[in-house]
């Protein structure tokens, strides 16, 4: 059991997620902290041409923005709306045509689920063409993935 547990730590896997043992000494304490998820948010340490302001800079924030967006236009469609065969219709006719600023909402939410599928793909595209996958940041880009991959099964899903 032992053996398979060292196996288990020493897996490019188990690195990719932990890139640091249990902290013992005050160095490794402060690894532990700025070598965690806030690391790729505000590195400790970023070289001057990583900064500069691009074409393509922002774009991770940008598509936090717009699920923000999309999680509270849901929300206030989903007070509205009725999934259900006989109702759907009418509540997208009384939307539309009865509630105040209902159409807006609607639109709002349309317009911002196809601009996060298209600034989700510009981002991990991005991050594909600067190599930002290789290790040790495999990890976040598993993530990536399994959230771009989610966008656009949501999307098509409505």
Do not use: C
Not at 108 to 135: D, I, K, N
């Amino acid at each position: 059991m032992k053996q398979m547990f060292e196996r288990l730590y020493r897996s490019q896997v188990w690195r990719s997620v932990f890139r640091h043992g249990l902290p013992e000494t005050n160095r490794t304490r402060a690894e532990t902290v700025f070598y965690n998820f806030f690391l790729h948010v505000h590195p400790t340490k970023v070289r001057k041409r990583s900064i500069r302001f691009t074409y393509t800079w922002g774009l991770g924030g940008l598509s936090l923005g717009l699920f923000i967006v999309l999680t509270i236009t849901g929300a206030l469609l989903m007070l509205y709306y009725r999934p259900s065969v006989p109702q759907a219709y009418w509540d997208m006719k009384d939307l539309q045509f009865v509630v105040s600023s209902g159409q807006f909402l609607r639109n709002m939410h349309r317009w911002a689920a196809h601009a996060m599928v298209a600034v989700v793909f510009l981002h991990m595209l991005r991050v594909f063409y600067t190599g930002a996958y290789r290790p040790p940041k495999e990890f976040n880009w598993v993530i990536g993935v399994i959230l771009f991959v989610m966008t656009i099964l949501l999307s098509y899903t409505g």
